[in-house]
Protein backbone atom coordinates (compact mmCIF):
# COMPACT_ATOMS: atom_id res chain seq x y z
CA UNK A 1 0.00 0.00 0.00
CA UNK A 2 2.75 2.44 0.72
CA UNK A 3 4.48 1.78 -2.42
CA UNK A 4 1.44 2.44 -4.20
CA UNK A 5 0.63 5.69 -2.73
CA UNK A 6 4.01 6.78 -3.54
CA UNK A 7 3.59 6.07 -7.22
CA UNK A 8 0.95 8.42 -7.48
CA UNK A 9 2.61 10.99 -5.93
CA UNK A 10 5.35 10.57 -8.51
CA UNK A 11 4.32 13.15 -11.61
CA UNK A 12 7.06 11.96 -14.08
CA UNK A 13 10.78 10.76 -13.77
CA UNK A 14 13.19 11.98 -15.95
CA UNK A 15 16.92 10.66 -16.06
CA UNK A 16 20.13 12.63 -17.62
CA UNK A 17 22.87 10.15 -18.33
CA UNK A 18 26.44 9.97 -19.97
CA UNK A 19 26.68 7.64 -23.31
CA UNK A 20 30.16 7.35 -23.27
CA UNK A 21 33.25 6.86 -20.71
CA UNK A 22 31.93 9.60 -18.73
CA UNK A 23 32.95 13.15 -18.70
CA UNK A 24 30.32 14.00 -21.10
CA UNK A 25 29.54 17.19 -19.02
CA UNK A 26 26.14 15.44 -17.58
CA UNK A 27 26.71 18.08 -14.45
CA UNK A 28 26.04 21.23 -16.53
CA UNK A 29 23.13 19.44 -18.46
CA UNK A 30 21.74 18.14 -15.26
CA UNK A 31 22.37 21.70 -13.47
CA UNK A 32 20.60 23.46 -16.18
CA UNK A 33 17.76 21.04 -16.30
CA UNK A 34 17.15 21.05 -12.29
CA UNK A 35 14.81 24.01 -11.71
CA UNK A 36 12.24 22.22 -13.32
CA UNK A 37 11.95 19.53 -11.12
CA UNK A 38 11.00 19.12 -7.49
CA UNK A 39 13.75 16.23 -6.57
CA UNK A 40 17.10 15.59 -7.68
CA UNK A 41 18.56 11.88 -7.36
CA UNK A 42 21.76 9.89 -7.98
CA UNK A 43 21.30 5.81 -7.93
CA UNK A 44 24.70 5.04 -8.70
CA UNK A 45 28.61 5.62 -7.48
CA UNK A 46 30.36 7.63 -5.33
CA UNK A 47 33.29 9.83 -4.77
CA UNK A 48 34.59 8.44 -7.97
CA UNK A 49 31.98 10.93 -9.76
CA UNK A 50 33.09 14.23 -10.38
CA UNK A 51 30.28 17.10 -11.24
CA UNK A 52 31.72 20.63 -12.28
CA UNK A 53 28.97 23.04 -12.86
CA UNK A 54 28.69 27.22 -12.67
CA UNK A 55 26.29 28.86 -10.88
CA UNK A 56 26.26 33.06 -11.06
CA UNK A 57 29.51 32.53 -12.82
CA UNK A 58 31.21 31.11 -9.92
CA UNK A 59 32.67 27.09 -10.41
CA UNK A 60 31.63 24.47 -8.26
CA UNK A 61 32.44 21.05 -7.90
CA UNK A 62 30.60 17.80 -6.20
CA UNK A 63 31.15 14.37 -6.04
CA UNK A 64 28.45 12.49 -4.65
CA UNK A 65 25.85 15.74 -4.06
CA UNK A 66 23.59 15.38 -6.83
CA UNK A 67 23.70 19.05 -8.94
CA UNK A 68 20.18 20.15 -7.56
CA UNK A 69 21.20 21.62 -4.56
CA UNK A 70 22.40 24.58 -6.42
CA UNK A 71 18.89 25.07 -7.41
CA UNK A 72 17.09 24.83 -4.00
CA UNK A 73 15.88 21.38 -4.68
CA UNK A 74 15.51 18.35 -2.85
CA UNK A 75 18.58 15.96 -3.64
CA UNK A 76 18.87 12.30 -2.76
CA UNK A 77 21.34 9.65 -2.77
CA UNK A 78 20.01 6.54 -3.63
CA UNK A 79 20.51 3.40 -1.74
CA UNK A 80 22.71 2.46 -5.20
CA UNK A 81 25.11 4.80 -3.82
CA UNK A 82 27.84 4.73 -1.91
CA UNK A 83 29.38 7.50 0.57
CA UNK A 84 32.36 7.85 1.78
CA UNK A 85 31.13 9.54 4.81
CA UNK A 86 34.28 12.42 5.70
CA UNK A 87 33.99 13.75 2.21
CA UNK A 88 29.94 13.56 2.27
CA UNK A 89 30.54 16.54 5.15
CA UNK A 90 33.36 18.12 3.73
CA UNK A 91 31.22 18.67 0.17
CA UNK A 92 28.32 19.67 3.10
CA UNK A 93 30.76 22.37 4.60
CA UNK A 94 31.62 23.45 1.13
CA UNK A 95 28.03 23.39 -0.40
CA UNK A 96 27.08 25.85 3.19
CA UNK A 97 30.10 28.16 2.91
CA UNK A 98 29.52 29.02 -0.16
CA UNK A 99 25.38 29.58 0.59
CA UNK A 100 23.22 26.17 -0.53
CA UNK A 101 21.33 24.59 1.32
CA UNK A 102 22.83 21.28 2.53
CA UNK A 103 19.67 20.24 4.71
CA UNK A 104 17.95 19.24 1.32
CA UNK A 105 20.29 16.32 0.58
CA UNK A 106 19.07 13.39 2.17
CA UNK A 107 20.96 9.71 1.98
CA UNK A 108 19.39 6.41 1.94
CA UNK A 109 19.70 4.59 4.87
CA UNK A 110 20.86 1.50 2.86
CA UNK A 111 23.62 3.73 0.74
CA UNK A 112 26.61 1.53 1.84
CA UNK A 113 29.87 2.79 3.34
CA UNK A 114 33.30 3.39 1.68
CA UNK A 115 36.03 2.25 4.85
CA UNK A 116 39.39 3.47 4.85
CA UNK A 117 40.24 -0.37 4.52
CA UNK A 118 38.29 0.00 1.02
CA UNK A 119 40.14 2.54 0.10
CA UNK A 120 43.92 0.92 0.80
CA UNK A 121 42.69 -2.01 -0.80
CA UNK A 122 41.89 -0.21 -4.20
CA UNK A 123 45.15 1.62 -3.83
CA UNK A 124 47.44 -1.37 -3.73
CA UNK A 125 45.30 -3.88 -5.52
CA UNK A 126 43.14 -2.24 -8.47
CA UNK A 127 45.55 0.54 -9.69
CA UNK A 128 46.05 -1.35 -12.74
CA UNK A 129 42.69 -0.90 -13.93
CA UNK A 130 42.75 2.69 -14.09
CA UNK A 131 40.35 3.28 -10.86
CA UNK A 132 39.77 6.45 -9.13
CA UNK A 133 41.42 4.82 -5.66
CA UNK A 134 38.19 6.01 -3.79
CA UNK A 135 37.50 2.61 -2.20
CA UNK A 136 34.67 1.95 -4.95
CA UNK A 137 34.67 -1.51 -6.56
CA UNK A 138 36.38 -2.90 -2.08
CA UNK A 139 32.54 -1.42 -0.96
CA UNK A 140 30.48 -2.85 -3.46
CA UNK A 141 32.01 -6.04 -3.36
CA UNK A 142 31.60 -5.92 0.66
CA UNK A 143 28.10 -5.06 -0.46
CA UNK A 144 27.61 -8.13 -2.23
CA UNK A 145 29.42 -10.35 0.21
CA UNK A 146 26.73 -9.00 3.13
CA UNK A 147 28.94 -7.96 5.23
CA UNK A 148 29.06 -4.51 3.74
CA UNK A 149 27.79 -1.24 6.37
CA UNK A 150 25.40 1.21 5.58
CA UNK A 151 24.51 4.71 6.00
CA UNK A 152 21.82 3.97 8.91
CA UNK A 153 24.63 2.06 11.01
CA UNK A 154 26.88 5.18 10.97
CA UNK A 155 25.27 8.58 9.93
CA UNK A 156 23.53 10.87 12.16
CA UNK A 157 19.66 10.35 11.70
CA UNK A 158 19.13 13.94 10.22
CA UNK A 159 20.40 12.81 6.97
CA UNK A 160 18.66 9.84 6.26
CA UNK A 161 15.96 9.58 3.23
CA UNK A 162 12.61 8.54 4.37
CA UNK A 163 11.66 6.88 1.03
CA UNK A 164 9.68 9.88 -0.31
CA UNK A 165 9.62 11.52 -4.01
CA UNK A 166 6.56 13.39 -5.34
CA UNK A 167 6.16 15.61 -8.54
CA UNK A 168 8.61 15.48 -10.93
CA UNK A 169 12.23 13.61 -10.50
CA UNK A 170 15.40 13.90 -12.30
CA UNK A 171 17.66 11.31 -12.17
CA UNK A 172 21.60 12.36 -12.75
CA UNK A 173 23.56 9.30 -13.46
CA UNK A 174 27.07 9.13 -12.35
CA UNK A 175 29.99 7.22 -14.69
CA UNK A 176 28.50 6.02 -18.42
CA UNK A 177 27.27 3.38 -20.67
CA UNK A 178 31.12 2.16 -21.19
CA UNK A 179 31.80 2.01 -17.73
CA UNK A 180 28.80 0.24 -16.67
CA UNK A 181 29.52 -3.06 -14.95
CA UNK A 182 27.52 -5.24 -17.03
CA UNK A 183 27.83 -3.37 -20.32
CA UNK A 184 31.38 -1.58 -20.37
CA UNK A 185 34.61 -2.64 -21.51
CA UNK A 186 34.84 -5.05 -18.65
CA UNK A 187 37.44 -5.36 -16.59
CA UNK A 188 38.24 -1.58 -17.20
CA UNK A 189 34.52 -0.64 -16.14
CA UNK A 190 33.60 1.01 -12.76
CA UNK A 191 31.54 -1.18 -10.24
CA UNK A 192 27.91 -0.22 -10.46
CA UNK A 193 24.93 -0.16 -13.25
CA UNK A 194 25.22 3.45 -15.01
CA UNK A 195 22.52 2.22 -17.25
CA UNK A 196 19.85 4.96 -17.12
CA UNK A 197 16.88 1.72 -16.09
CA UNK A 198 18.94 1.32 -12.63
CA UNK A 199 17.22 4.62 -11.53
CA UNK A 200 14.24 2.99 -10.98
CA UNK A 201 16.75 1.32 -7.57
CA UNK A 202 15.35 4.76 -5.74
CA UNK A 203 12.47 2.68 -5.38
CA UNK A 204 9.90 4.05 -8.47
CA UNK A 205 8.36 2.22 -11.46
CA UNK A 206 9.86 1.94 -14.76
CA UNK A 207 6.30 2.84 -16.30
CA UNK A 208 7.41 6.66 -14.57
CA UNK A 209 9.85 7.30 -16.85
CA UNK A 210 9.46 10.10 -19.00
CA UNK A 211 12.58 11.46 -20.95
CA UNK A 212 15.67 9.50 -21.17
CA UNK A 213 18.64 12.12 -22.23
CA UNK A 214 21.79 10.67 -22.85
CA UNK A 215 24.83 13.15 -22.96
CA UNK A 216 27.77 12.60 -25.56
CA UNK A 217 30.86 14.47 -26.60
CA UNK A 218 31.70 15.53 -30.03
CA UNK A 219 34.79 13.37 -29.56
CA UNK A 220 35.82 10.40 -27.34
CA UNK A 221 37.38 10.33 -23.73
CA UNK A 222 38.22 8.10 -21.19
CA UNK A 223 39.86 8.55 -17.97
CA UNK A 224 42.33 5.71 -16.11
CA UNK A 225 44.26 2.99 -18.35
CA UNK A 226 42.24 1.02 -20.97
CA UNK A 227 43.34 -1.01 -23.37
CA UNK A 228 40.01 -1.52 -24.85
CA UNK A 229 39.31 1.69 -25.51
CA UNK A 230 39.82 2.93 -29.05
CA UNK A 231 43.41 3.41 -29.55
CA UNK A 232 44.40 6.48 -27.47
CA UNK A 233 46.36 8.99 -29.96
CA UNK A 234 48.17 11.13 -27.53
CA UNK A 235 50.92 11.45 -30.10
CA UNK A 236 48.56 13.17 -32.12
CA UNK A 237 48.35 17.34 -32.20
CA UNK A 238 45.02 17.93 -33.04
CA UNK A 239 43.72 15.43 -30.08
CA UNK A 240 46.28 17.11 -27.64
CA UNK A 241 44.79 20.22 -28.24
CA UNK A 242 41.43 19.26 -27.86
CA UNK A 243 42.90 17.36 -24.55
CA UNK A 244 43.97 21.04 -23.43
CA UNK A 245 41.07 22.82 -24.68
CA UNK A 246 38.37 20.91 -23.15
CA UNK A 247 40.31 20.47 -19.76
CA UNK A 248 40.68 16.79 -20.06
CA UNK A 249 41.90 15.72 -16.99
CA UNK A 250 40.16 13.97 -14.28
CA UNK A 251 37.84 15.75 -12.66
CA UNK A 252 38.81 13.53 -9.28
CA UNK A 253 42.37 11.77 -10.10
CA UNK A 254 43.62 14.95 -12.26
CA UNK A 255 45.03 12.54 -14.69
CA UNK A 256 45.42 13.25 -18.89
CA UNK A 257 42.50 11.43 -20.39
CA UNK A 258 42.62 9.07 -23.72
CA UNK A 259 41.00 10.46 -26.28
CA UNK A 260 40.57 9.75 -29.80
CA UNK A 261 37.42 11.29 -32.18
CA UNK A 262 33.72 10.09 -31.88
CA UNK A 263 32.94 6.76 -32.25
CA UNK A 264 29.89 6.98 -34.29
CA UNK A 265 29.31 3.29 -34.05
CA UNK A 266 29.98 3.17 -30.71
CA UNK A 267 27.47 6.13 -29.97
CA UNK A 268 24.52 4.13 -31.59
CA UNK A 269 25.25 1.08 -29.90
CA UNK A 270 24.94 2.70 -26.25
CA UNK A 271 21.70 4.61 -27.59
CA UNK A 272 20.30 1.55 -28.37
CA UNK A 273 21.34 -0.43 -25.15
CA UNK A 274 20.21 2.47 -23.11
CA UNK A 275 16.80 3.57 -24.40
CA UNK A 276 17.79 6.84 -25.18
CA UNK A 277 14.84 9.10 -25.86
CA UNK A 278 16.96 12.42 -26.82
CA UNK A 279 20.39 12.61 -27.44
CA UNK A 280 22.60 15.45 -26.47
CA UNK A 281 26.07 16.00 -28.17
CA UNK A 282 28.24 18.39 -25.96
CA UNK A 283 31.52 20.51 -26.06
CA UNK A 284 31.18 20.93 -30.23
CA UNK A 285 32.80 24.13 -29.36
CA UNK A 286 36.37 22.68 -28.53
CA UNK A 287 36.53 21.11 -32.17
CA UNK A 288 35.17 24.52 -33.76
CA UNK A 289 38.23 26.09 -31.77
CA UNK A 290 40.68 23.81 -33.03
CA UNK A 291 38.79 24.16 -36.67
CA UNK A 292 38.99 20.17 -37.59
CA UNK A 293 35.67 17.96 -37.61
CA UNK A 294 36.16 14.15 -37.65
CA UNK A 295 34.12 11.40 -36.53
CA UNK A 296 34.55 6.93 -36.90
CA UNK A 297 32.00 5.21 -38.77
CA UNK A 298 32.96 1.65 -39.71
CA UNK A 299 36.86 1.79 -38.48
CA UNK A 300 37.25 4.84 -41.18
CA UNK A 301 37.77 8.47 -39.97
CA UNK A 302 35.17 10.70 -42.11
CA UNK A 303 36.58 14.36 -42.07
CA UNK A 304 34.70 17.36 -42.29
CA UNK A 305 35.22 20.78 -43.56
CA UNK A 306 32.86 22.54 -40.99
CA UNK A 307 30.82 21.68 -38.12
CA UNK A 308 27.50 21.84 -39.74
CA UNK A 309 28.83 19.29 -42.09
CA UNK A 310 29.58 17.04 -39.42
CA UNK A 311 26.18 18.07 -37.69
CA UNK A 312 24.40 17.24 -41.10
CA UNK A 313 26.35 13.63 -41.34
CA UNK A 314 25.36 12.79 -37.72
CA UNK A 315 22.04 13.47 -38.15
CA UNK A 316 21.67 11.25 -41.54
CA UNK A 317 23.64 8.68 -40.02
CA UNK A 318 20.69 8.67 -37.28
CA UNK A 319 18.47 8.24 -39.95
CA UNK A 320 19.78 6.12 -41.90
CA UNK A 321 20.86 3.65 -38.85
CA UNK A 322 17.15 4.28 -37.07
CA UNK A 323 17.02 3.59 -33.22
CA UNK A 324 12.93 3.98 -32.65
CA UNK A 325 13.06 5.37 -29.29
CA UNK A 326 15.40 7.91 -30.46
CA UNK A 327 13.53 11.21 -31.90
CA UNK A 328 15.75 14.17 -30.77
CA UNK A 329 19.43 15.41 -31.45
CA UNK A 330 21.01 18.93 -30.20
CA UNK A 331 24.16 20.35 -29.69
CA UNK A 332 25.64 22.37 -26.90
CA UNK A 333 28.86 24.14 -26.39
CA UNK A 334 31.15 24.03 -23.47
CA UNK A 335 31.26 27.77 -22.66
CA UNK A 336 27.37 27.78 -23.16
CA UNK A 337 25.66 29.16 -20.42
CA UNK A 338 22.59 27.10 -20.74
P1 LIG B 1 36.42 3.22 -10.09
O1 LIG B 1 35.01 3.64 -10.33
O2 LIG B 1 37.18 4.18 -9.19
O3 LIG B 1 36.53 1.80 -9.65
O4 LIG B 1 37.19 3.32 -11.50
C1 LIG B 1 36.93 2.41 -12.56
C2 LIG B 1 37.04 3.12 -13.91
O5 LIG B 1 35.97 4.05 -14.05
C3 LIG B 1 38.33 3.95 -14.12
O6 LIG B 1 38.66 3.89 -15.50
C4 LIG B 1 37.90 5.34 -13.74
O7 LIG B 1 38.72 6.32 -14.36
C5 LIG B 1 36.50 5.35 -14.30
N1 LIG B 1 35.62 6.31 -13.63
C6 LIG B 1 35.02 6.17 -12.43
N2 LIG B 1 34.25 7.23 -12.15
C7 LIG B 1 34.33 8.07 -13.21
C8 LIG B 1 33.72 9.31 -13.52
O8 LIG B 1 32.92 9.88 -12.77
N3 LIG B 1 34.07 9.87 -14.72
C9 LIG B 1 34.90 9.26 -15.58
N4 LIG B 1 35.50 8.07 -15.34
C10 LIG B 1 35.20 7.49 -14.15
MG1 LIG C 1 31.83 13.62 -14.23
Redesign the pocket.
Known sequence: MISQSLQIMIQTVDIIY?LA???EGKGKISNAMAKHYDYVCRWN??P????TVYVNGQKHKTHIVPSGVFAGKRCVIGPGCVINTDKFYEEVRTLRSAGFNPSLIKISPNAHIITQDHIEY?KKH?GH?????????PCYSDKMLRRGRRAFEVMDPCWMWDGHLEGKVLCEG???VW?DIDHGDYP?????TTMPYAACSLGFSPRKINRIIGVAKAYDT?????PLFPESLWNNADLNRIIELGGEY????G?K?LVNWLNLDKLHKAIKLSGCTELIINKYDILEAIGIFKVIVNGVVVEFDTLNSMKQYINDYFIINNIDHLHEISWSGDKEKI
Open positions: GWGDGGNAGHDLLGTTSQGIAAQSLYVTSSKSGVDGSTTRR
